[in-house]
Nanobody
Framework: QVQLTESGGGSVQAGGSLKLSCELS????????VGWYRQPPGQERGMVST???????SYGDYAKGRFIMSRDNAENTVYLQMNSLKTEDTALYYC?????????WGRGTQVTVSS
């Protein structure tokens, strides 16, 4: 089992920044990918960014150039630095990990961007 706990969400004005954190615990040695996903109000959940165990990252189109995903292996934590936030970035942000043959999800952290 792997547990993921997100934090760092909140309310910010457009143009501002937030840094989300996701702490992993449990049998994390089997995890090969960690990602951030988001679900805006009334929409489906979509990928924001992913980070593989080899260090490669990928970003959704709306995240490129504004968001940066990173990790601290010593702390078993991944981060999502979000800059130049827009009102359309308002969503519930989830952290997920693929570990072995299973995928685990956190409960999410709300990000609200106001104009």
């Amino acid at each position: 089992q792997v547990q993921l706990t997100e934090s760092g969400g909140g309310s910010v004005q457009a143009g501002g920044s937030l840094k989300l954190s996701c702490e992993l615990s449990g049998q994390t040695s089997r995890c090969t990918m960690v990602g951030w996903y988001r679900q805006p109000p009334g929409q489906e959940r979509g990928m924001v960014s992913t980070l593989n165990s080899d260090g490669t990252t990928s970003y959704g189109d709306y995240a490129k150039g504004r968001f940066i995903m990173s990790r601290d292996n010593a702390e078993n934590t991944v981060y999502l630095q979000m800059n130049s936030l827009k009102t359309e970035d308002t969503a519930l942000y989830y952290c997920a990990a693929v570990c072995g043959t299973r995928q685990f999800w956190g409960r999410g952290t709300q990000v609200t961007v106001s104009s």
